[in-house]
């Protein structure tokens, strides 16, 4: 291979997570695989037909350049646009046979002259707000907007969804489950004037996980369909309450290869700052990845692997280049394989584990790989 740095995804590990997640959820629920932010970080075409091809009955994304590029991959299956988009873009997404989320009585008016002008009803998910207070309708204005779609033949009320606040931040649950309370409340008031839709939806990862009584007919899981769980809180959560193995392997490793080795005397600095300083006399590796490639700055204490071994980060990450130390790592050449994230031999660096080092959290990590660098497939 040509390339000084890429992904491998584990067709296999993406199989694997999403029979895992079938096999909490039934056949009957509808399992919607979140492949916004290029997948995660995985490649968003890669990792979607993967994801469909294992079983995965929709797709979701954020924004319509990525529906557009689903569709041009091939893929058919139903695809939910979770972000906002332009009265310019309706015309586009149904014609690509995009779901549309709602939260705007106004949108109504430019979408339904968008639905005629494609001669199809345009599938509309209202997103009714409970808690997090991101996207969502209010109380009081849920009904005349559900009305509103409901009266109009050019448009099909599909789905009423939710989104929880903090259901993988804690062990404590009751704000989640106050949620769930709020959105049983709103469905009790459009039966009352009936209205309803087949597919309600609230679950993300962590609920799939842990919160059985969420699932209702859709589930919508993002990290935990990448092989990672969504945070410590919600894995205590889970083994608490379940002994069944469910498991979760992460689909990807990213790698590089080194392009340089340097023997440095001790009491010279490396990198940028003069932040770090030999002790003695030391043996470098000069990797060819860095910020731009969305391994984190504020990484000081880290380490990559090479030749199965941790190789130490030195100095501070480059725009384009680390530094990391050799000295005690034998045979190491120019052009050998580094491990930034995943496994070698039986050493690993997960992505939870770059997290605390750059003080953030595993979805970070994963989603900012650039998404110029290749994905490759493996299994």
């Given at each position: 291979m040509s390339e000084l740095t890429w992904v491998e995804i584990s067709s296999k590990a993406l199989h694997n997570n999403i029979a895992r997640l079938r096999s909490l959820i039934g056949r009957s629920t509808l399992l919607c695989a979140c492949?916004?932010?290029?997948?995660?970080?995985?490649?968003?075409?890669?990792?979607?037909?993967?994801f469909i091809d294992a079983g995965a009955d929709w797709l979701s994304v954020h924004?319509?350049?990525?529906?557009?590029?689903?569709?041009?991959?091939?893929l058919a299956c139903p695809i939910y646009i979770l972000g906002p988009l332009s009265p310019d873009d309706y015309p586009e997404a149904l014609q690509l046979d995009c779901r549309l989320v709602v939260y705007n009585e106004a949108d109504i008016a430019h979408i339904a002259r968008a639905a005629r002008s494609c001669n199809k009803?345009?599938?509309l998910h209202v997103k009714i707000e409970t808690g997090a207070n991101r996207q969502g309708i209010g109380p009081g204005l849920l009904e005349p907007l559900c009305t509103a779609i409901a009266e109009n033949p050019d448009l099909l009320l599909e789905g009423l969804a939710t989104h929880f606040a903090n259901i993988e931040d804690t062990t404590d649950h009751s704000f989640a489950k106050a949620q769930l309370n709020r959105?049983?409340?709103?469905?009790?008031?459009?039966?009352?004037?009936?209205?309803k839709a087949p597919i309600v939806h609230c679950a993300n990862s962590a609920a799939t996980i842990i919160f059985p009584e969420s699932h209702f007919k859709m589930v919508r899981t993002g990290i935990a369909a990448y092989g990672?769980?969504?945070s410590n809180e919600t894995y205590v959560s889970f083994v608490k309450e379940r002994t069944n193995g469910f498991v979760l392997k992460p689909a990807l490793t990213w790698k590089s290869r080194v392009a340089q080795i340097k023997d440095v005397p001790g009491g010279e600095y490396i990198g940028y700052g003069c932040t770090f300083k030999t002790g003695h006399a030391t043996r470098l590796a000069v990797v060819p990845v860095g910020y731009y490639d969305g391994f984190d700055r504020g990484i000081t204490e880290g380490h990559v692997l090479i030749r199965g071994q941790r190789a130490p980060i030195r100095g501070r990450i480059c725009m384009n280049l680390l530094m990391a130390e050799i000295t005690d790592i034998g045979d190491v050449?120019?052009?050998?394989?580094?491990?930034l994230l995943g496994c070698d031999g039986d050493e690993c660096i997960s992505a939870e584990q770059i997290a605390r080092w750059s003080n953030t959290i595993n979805y970070e990590v994963t989603t900012r790989i650039n998404d110029r660098i290749p994905r490759i497939i493996t299994d």
């Open positions: 492949v916004k932010a290029n997948a995660y970080g995985h490649g968003l075409c890669e990792a979607g037909r993967t924004a319509l350049h990525e529906a557009r590029r689903l569709r041009q991959s091939g009803p345009a599938r959105l049983h409340a709103a469905l009790k008031l459009l039966d009352a004037r009936g209205i990672m769980w969504p050449n120019p052009g050998d394989e580094v491990v």
